[in-house]
């Protein structure tokens, strides 16, 4: 026999946590895209900025070569490999540890020509954000 005195909370408390559910739910698809939408936001500042620090590499190496990139980027070869740093905010730095940023530059000298490759790459995590490749003809 039903009991006068069951007012229905039993299937009152399924429906709130079915609802409190929903909202979780919901709640965890909302935080997902928002940090999905930090990183791809992060990684198009970075993209832009490595894109202009890749083209002020270049441009200092067409005007000055290896030297002015030593003189003002504090550059350190490896052979025909230079890598330069900067920090979180791209600064220049000297130091690789706590670094933000680096860049690779890879020079080459042909015939009448040089080339350099200049790739920039987020320290943390390695990923490769822009790639550039410059040719000069040097001062005779």
């Not at 609802?19 to 970075?46: G, Q, Y």
């Not at 000055?64 to 350190?76: I, P, Q, T, V």
């Not at 490999?81 to 920090?87: E, F, K, L, R, S």
């Not at 015939?111 to 005779?140: G, Y």
């Amino acid at each position: 026999m039903k009991n006068k005195r069951d007012s229905g909370t039993a299937l009152f408390l399924m429906e709130m946590i079915a609802v409190v559910c929903f909202f979780i739910l919901c709640a965890s698809v909302c935080i997902l895209v928002f940090v999905r939408a930090n990183n791809l936001s992060r990684l198009a500042r970075d993209t832009n900025q490595a894109s202009l620090a890749a083209e002020s590499v270049a441009e200092i190496w067409k005007a000055e070569a290896e030297d002015g990139l030593a003189a003002r980027f504090h550059m350190s070869r490896d052979g025909d490999t230079g890598v330069i740093y900067w920090d979180s905010q791209w600064n220049v730095t000297e130091e690789e540890i706590l670094t933000g940023y680096a860049a690779i530059v890879n020079l080459e000298t042909k015939e009448h020509t040089e080339e350099a490759q200049i790739q920039i790459l987020r320290s943390e995590d390695k990923t490769e954000l822009f790639l550039l490749t410059v040719k000069r003809i040097p001062d005779r």
